[in-house]
């Protein structure tokens, strides 16, 4: 993805220091955020070598996500909480835009504005706000052009500087890690107990496991599937409230007769995606008829520790399940 690069030789703009530091890079202990945009251009805004920068006062959204309350009202008075729902968040992002002279300034002013409201046009898709943290972690939402390109419209303002106050708006309210967390289970290799010498082999596939969730709320992962494989089942136990443990499941039977092509021989793959729902074959081919529909529950992981079992009946070496996730947070 190329670089939004600028003129270096600018002299800098009077006004407030950006939200990640100067010209030079982020300093320590600051932040730096990068648009980018749908089409692949990458936007640093905390850096004012580049003509444009983040004011340090005004940035707002990047909190904990708003909520709606369902509640039923208690008879004794006040009311109970019966489910909470996340909703969209907007963010408000000022950004000031400047240059040596006027056409300098309305040059990067349009392709910034350009870069922005792209996310609006057919068959683009949202862009990506990234806010990287000093140690290194980065956190990412996307977000859509809502409003606020227009300017301050004051009488020193449209010549060679202004500032565009933005409200993005993002339709999954949770910040997510763009590095993924990958699970990988594989069925051993077999050996004889007694040759060359006692021993025991490893079979990590059958059986019940731990799953992290480094999460602030539920995440939904990617399941892939290796064969051999005659039959899979997805199991969580989860805890109630009152200490009571109920389980839920998924089942992929590659002989359901919606697919009807059999167990799964040596290295063939079947993706599930959790939401939304998806299940492809190695050659792109719908399966999602080979879930144990209706009581099928693609589960996805809570925040911490999830205990997971994978059964693969006709399993052997080779046979492996591989669940990937990225971990979402309520703040940035």
Known sequence: MPLIAAPVTTPPDPGEPPAGGGGGGPELGRPSVTYYDPSGGVWPLTSRALGWYTLADGVDGLGAAPYQLATDAHPRGGARLRHAQAQPRAITWPLRVYGANHLEFVERWRR???????????????????????????????????????????????RIADTAVLTLWCEDPYWVDPVSVMVHREQGVGED????????????????????????????????????????????????????????????????????????????????????????????????????????????????????????????????????????????
């Not at 992290?212 to 992962?221: I, T």
């Open 112 to 158: 910034l504005a350009a870069a922005f409201t792209r996310t609006l046009r057919p068959g683009q898709g949202p862009g990506v706000l990234e806010i990287a943290r000093p140690d290194g972690t980065r956190r990412q939402i996307e977000v859509y052009y809502r409003e606020g390109f227009d300017g301050l419209g004051r009488s020193t303002t449209g």
């Open 193 to 332: 107990f007694l040759e060359p010498f006692p021993s025991v082999s490893s079979s990590q596939v059958l059986g019940a496991t731990v799953v992290n969730n480094p999460s602030d709320v539920v995440v939904w992962p990617e399941w892939t599937i290796t064969g051999p494989a005659s039959l899979v089942t997805f199991t969580v136990t989860r805890q109630r409230a009152d200490g009571t443990t109920f389980t839920e499941s998924f089942v992929l039977n590659p002989s359901a007769p919606a697919v009807g092509h059999g167990g799964l021989l040596d290295g063939q793959k079947v993706a599930v995606r959790t939401d939304p729902v998806q299940v492809r074959y190695q050659d792109g081919s719908n399966w999602i008829g080979a879930l144990n529909w209706p009581q099928a529950v693609l589960w996805g992981l809570d925040p911490g520790d999830n205990a997971v079992t994978f059964q693969l009946d006709g399993s052997g070496p080779g046979s492996a399940v591989d669940l990937a996730f990225n971990p979402r947070y309520e703040t940035a």
